[in-house]
């Protein structure tokens, strides 16, 4: 739903970029351009009748935020800290910072949140939805062609957009792989009968990792699978639950930091945190929720290892906000790096922001009322 980050490493490569639902492939950085003249091709299983036309702009590139957005976002921000004054000597003193940040990060505790989608790119994009609704029992929310632009993506999930976590995929016209790196981990998808579904997936010929069994140390029974670009998915024995997309896994370099990061600039709770020695990681559940009925983040840290590599299929994820701008503010005053400044899509009213956690994985949130019209 928002623009992701460029895979092309020189001026002679492909740019990839996404806006709202939909990602294009750009031949090269010093050709980027905006328009505003896409069109839509529907295939759904919910209605969905866009009635806005996107304006394209790429994340992260070097053009400066206050030429797309007039500066209004920073001087928001700027009015909105009023952390320093003039004394009466005409010194500069700082007044009221740390009331600021407490505030700010109060705010954050009582924000409307929840994580919308996640987005990532796929060779084949009728084999995955065909994949994901047979073995995965997913079903096609939305799904266009943008010829002009050159892709096509799709949203699938359990249920609608305006109360799932879903997933975006994205196919750029002539891209058949991605490098998915070391850094991503899986998908969980919790599932009633795990060896009856590994069944089905052998069935249709997908690729099982990890036979059906109890998790190492544990009860719960567990397996894994590949889809077909090697995106893993975690299969997770639970009773019905409002939320079967119900995991996304990212490695980290430090998890205390990752933690404090997600709890104090994303809201997010620490729902569990288990330590294995003998298989030398720590995995932490965040959340805006109980597992059983949330999508939760499951941060992994391997001992000694600190960095990893991201690859170029895997995206961000997205979450809702009540305000875009304090939660930019709030991002800083933890860490993280803004790289889209708050403020409305060039050609639509959607208020955005987008950031870097500690670790380099890329975020982007959205206002919540803006998200709804467009699913209108």
């Known amino acids: 739903m928002v623009r992701t980050l460029p895979i092309a490493s020189s001026s002679s490569s492909p740019l990839i970029v996404s806006t709202h639902n939909r990602t294009c492939l750009l031949p090269q950085y010093s050709s980027l351009k905006f328009s505003s003249s896409c069109t839509n091709n529907n295939s759904t299983s919910y209605a969905y009748n866009p009635s806005r036309r996107l304006a394209l702009f790429q994340l992260g590139t070097a053009i400066p935020q206050s030429q797309l957005f007039g500066g209004k976002a920073s001087k928001l921000l700027r009015a909105e800290a009023n952390v320093i004054e003039a004394n009466t000597s005409g010194n500069m003193a700082p007044t009221s910072t740390a009331i600021t940040e407490q505030s700010v990060l109060e705010w954050v505790k009582n924000d409307k949140r929840r994580m919308l989608h996640v987005v990532y790119r796929v060779g084949d994009l009728e084999k995955t939805i065909k994949f994901y609704i047979e073995c995965l029992g997913m079903k096609l929310l939305r799904k266009r062609d943008i010829p002009e632009e050159r892709y096509t993506n799709a949203f ?6 305006d109360s799932h976590f ?13 490098d998915i790196g070391n850094g991503f981990g899986h998908f969980g998808i919790a599932v009633e009968d795990v060896a009856k579904t590994v069944d089905l997936v052998k ?18 029974v567990i397996a894994f699978i590949e889809d077909p670009d090697g995106y893993m998915f975690e299969l997770l024995e639970r ?8 995991q996304l896994m990212l490695r980290v370099g430090d998890l205390d930091r990752a933690i ?12 569990l945190k288990r330590d294995n020695p003998e298989y030398k990681y720590t995995i ?10 949330n999508a939760v983040l499951e941060l992994t840290y391997n001992y000694g290892v600190s960095e990893y590599d991201k690859g170029n299929g895997y995206a961000q994820i997205a979450i809702g906000t009540d305000d875009v701008y304090k939660t930019a503010e709030a991002i800083r005053l933890c860490g993280g790096k803004i790289t889209l400044e708050p403020g409305p899509l060039p050609g639509i009213n959607t ?26």
Request: with cysteine; charged share 25%.
């Open 284 to 293: 932490a559940m965040m959340g805006y929720g109980p597992e059983d009925k």
């Open 156 to 161: 699938l999930g359990y249920g609608p957009e």
């Open 203 to 220: 069935a249709k010929g997908g690729k099982v990792t990890r036979e059906p069994g109890p998790v190492k140390g544990g009860n719960t």
């Open 239 to 246: 009773g019905p639950t409002p939320e079967p997309l119900c």
């Open 166 to 178: 879903v997933v975006e995929l994205t196919y750029n016209y002539g891209v058949d792989k991605y």
């Open 260 to 271: 404090n990061f997600y709890k104090k600039a994303f809201g997010m709770e620490l729902l």
């Open 351 to 376: 208020k955005v922001t987008a950031c870097l956690d500690p670790d380099g994985w890329k975020s982007v949130f959205v206002d919540n009322i803006d998200f709804l019209k467009e699913l209108e």
